[in-house]
């Protein structure tokens, strides 16, 4: 029994020995490169996945600020404090709330007549149909509207990016204290 004690105790004895050598410096230098790989595999794969995830995102078109036509503020004839909503400005409020796609926001400045004609599931097929017509705008030439009662229009451009423009008219109608759009209708030149 004492020999295989000593012999046990032999072997744990070597192993303890094999250790120490293991970690000296000379193993030092061995986990400063396997750390260094490890690392550098790390941050392949970190790298990797940032940029794979980049391209699998889709990507959304930034929206450029588009100039609203103001010129409505100031008509001539008119004397009395701006108003900031206008018919024109509604029109290219509307509008434009339309083009960032912010369909809720756009939807509300309908009238309760055109919102009984169109959800707002169809207010947003209709969006997807014409869309193309709201795309690289550069901006809105409302300059005047004409008031009659409780009626309104106006006419107006919407310039794009390319120098061309469409026409629109709009109707409104002056509803709980303010203009809200009966129709809208844009037409290329």
Not at 21 to 28: E, P, T
Not at 48 to 55: G, M, N, P, T
Not at 56 to 69: C, G, H, I
């Amino acid at each position: 029994m004492d020999s295989s004690q000593s012999a046990g105790e032999e072997s744990i004895r070597f192993v303890r020995i094999r250790i120490k050598k293991f970690f000296s410096g000379a193993s030092l230098t061995f986990y400063f490169y396997f750390a260094a790989i490890a690392l550098t595999v790390s941050v392949f794969f970190f790298l990797s996945f940032v940029f794979f995830r980049s391209i699998s995102r889709p990507k959304e078109e930034p929206t450029p600020a588009v100039s609203l036509d103001i010129r409505s503020f100031f008509l001539k004839g008119r004397y009395r404090a701006p108003d900031a909503e206008n018919p024109s400005i509604i029109a290219q409020k509307h509008l434009e709330l339309t083009r960032k796609k912010k369909f809720k926001s756009a939807y509300n400045f309908l009238s309760v007549s055109l919102k009984k004609k169109l959800s707002i599931q169809e207010f947003i097929q209709n969006y997807k149909d014409n869309g193309l017509l709201l795309t690289h705008v550069k901006a809105y030439e409302f300059p005047e509207y004409k008031i009659a009662g409780d009626r309104a229009t106006v006419y107006g451009k919407i310039i794009y990016e390319t120098g061309e423009a469409s026409s629109v008219k709009t109707c409104l109608r002056f509803e709980n204290g303010s203009w809200k759009i009966s129709s809208l209708l844009i037409w290329i030149k």
